[in-house]
């Protein structure tokens, strides 16, 4: 499922930097080469899973964290929002990504997040 969690990007694990960054790419290509894309991401803000106006935002703070971990990136992305669709609940995303998963658990523990 796509999901922008939108959370400080220090308190997630390198596999779901990795994930949320490719589907913020997912999502731009979808708008942009789908004839059905702009549904297909109107869907997906309409369940709160993205902000479109944060996507290049969120983009360039996931790059930057995930290459302060050593991976590389050459995926630049160039995506200016003119839909403004969709809106995410972060404090929502903390305790829903803390369920899911052990080492972003322990990341927010450790920053006394949760
Ligand atoms: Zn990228
Ligand atoms: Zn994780």
Redesign the pocket.
Same mark, same amino acid.
Do not use: C, N
């Given at each position: 499922m796509t999901r922008m969690w939108g959370i400080n990007p220090k308190l997630m694990c390198d596999q779901h930097l990795l994930g949320e960054?490719s589907e +913020?790419?997912q999502e731009v290509g979808t708008l942009r080469n789908h004839a059905h894309g702009r549904k297909v991401v109107e869907g997906h803000a309409e369940e709160n899973q993205i902000d479109t106006s944060l996507i290049q935002e969120r983009?360039d703070d996931l790059?930057e964290e995930l290459e302060r971990r050593g991976f590389e990136?050459d995926?630049? +992305?160039d995506y200016r929002d003119k839909l403004d669709l969709g809106e995410i609940n972060i404090e929502k995303n903390i305790k829903e990504l803390a369920e899911r998963c052990e080492e972003c658990r322990e990341r927010m523990t450790d920053s006394n997040v949760i």
């Open positions: 960054h +913020m790419h983009h790059v990136h995926s630049p +992305m």
